[in-house]
C-alpha cells in the first residue's frame, strides 16, 4: 500500500472553474502536509503547508485537511491555464525527521482555456 | 521563500565517470538537505538525507558508494554519481528546510544523462 495516494488524472478543467484535488495518506500519526506545483521539467515549488483540520486559504489555493479521514485536498478557484502543472501531495511523519518527506504520485491538471 | 541553488542544471556524461552536483542554500543555513531523485512520469524518491558535519543517511535500496554525499557546510551538500551508467540518467533534486515548520524548499534540479 502507497503511503501517499493521489489520483494521478489528468484532471481536465475550464479556465476559471474550481480543481478540486484530493490525497489520502497511510500514517495516522502524520503531522504535516503540503502541496507542491510542478511544472514538466521543473523542481517542486511549494504551494501551501498545512498543519491543523480545517480549511486554509492563500490567494486561489485553499487547503483542507481531515486527520480523521487521512485525508487532504487542495482547491484551486478560478483556474488558469498558467496552473496548468503536476500537483504533488508530500506528508511528514510525527517520527521523521524534519523536512524528510513522503510524495505522492502527483495528479496533473490541465486548464482548457 | 528560502531560496535553494543547484548546478549544474544539466549535464551530460559518459558511462563510467563521475558527476558532481552541488546544493546550495542561500539566504539560509540548512543543517539538513534532502537528496531526490525523479524518473520521467514518476514522484520524487529520497535518495538520502544529508547531515552537515555527519554522514548521511541512505535510504534502502539507494547505493551510498555509489552516490557520494558530501555536507562540509552549513549551506553547501554535494552528490557525487560514481561510475555513472545510463540507467543513472534522471532528475537529481537537492531541497533543504528552514525554520521548524518543516516546510522543504527545493532547488532547481539536475538533469542528468549518462550516455
Known amino acids: 500500500q502507497k503511503e501517499v495516494e493521489q489520483n494521478s488524472g489528468p484532471l481536465s478543467v475550464p479556465e476559471g472553474a474550481i480543481a478540486s484535488l484530493n490525497c489520502t495518506y497511510s500514517?495516522?500519526?502524520?503531522?504535516?502536509f503540503f502541496w507542491y506545483r510542478q511544472y514538466s521539467g521543473k523542481s517542486p515549488e511549494l504551494i501551501m503547508s498545512?498543519?491543523?483540520?480545517g480549511d486554509k486559504e492563500d490567494g486561489r489555493f485553499t487547503a483542507q485537511l481531515n486527520k480523521a479521514s487521512q485525508y487532504v485536498s487542495l482547491l484551486i478557484r478560478d483556474s488558469q491555464p498558467s496552473d496548468s502543472a503536476t500537483y504533488l501531495c508530500?506528508?511528514?511523519?510525527?517520527?521523521?525527521?524534519?523536512?524528510?518527506?513522503?510524495f505522492g504520485a502527483g495528479t496533473q491538471v490541465v486548464v482548457t482555456p | 521563500g528560502a531560496v535553494v541553488s543547484q548546478h549544474p542544471s544539466r549535464v551530460i556524461c559518459k558511462s563510467g565517470t563521475s558527476v558532481k552536483i552541488e546544493c546550495r542554500s542561500l539566504?539560509?543555513?540548512?543543517?539538513?538537505m534532502f537528496w531526490y531523485r525523479q524518473f520521467p512520469k514518476q514522484s520524487l524518491m529520497l535518495m538520502a538525507t544529508?547531515?552537515?558535519?555527519?554522514?548521511?543517511?541512505?535510504e534502502q535500496g539507494v547505493e551510498k558508494d555509489k552516490f557520494l554525499i558530501n555536507h562540509a557546510s552549513l549551506t553547501l551538500s554535494t552528490l557525487t554519481v560514481t561510475s555513472a551508467h545510463p540507467e543513472d540518467s534522471s532528475f537529481y533534486i537537492c531541497?533543504?528546510?528552514?525554520?521548524?515548520?518543516?516546510?522543504?524548499?527545493f532547488g532547481e534540479g539536475s538533469r542528468l544523462t549518462v550516455l
Open positions: 508530500a506528508v511528514m511523519g510525527k517520527g521523521d525527521s524534519w523536512g524528510k518527506l513522503q
Open positions: 500514517d495516522r500519526v502524520s503531522q504535516s
Open positions: 498545512i498543519y491543523s483540520n
Open positions: 539566504d539560509f543555513q540548512a543543517t539538513t
Open positions: 544529508s547531515n552537515e558535519g555527519s554522514k548521511a543517511t541512505y
Open positions: 531541497s533543504a528546510r528552514t525554520g521548524t515548520t518543516g516546510e522543504l524548499f
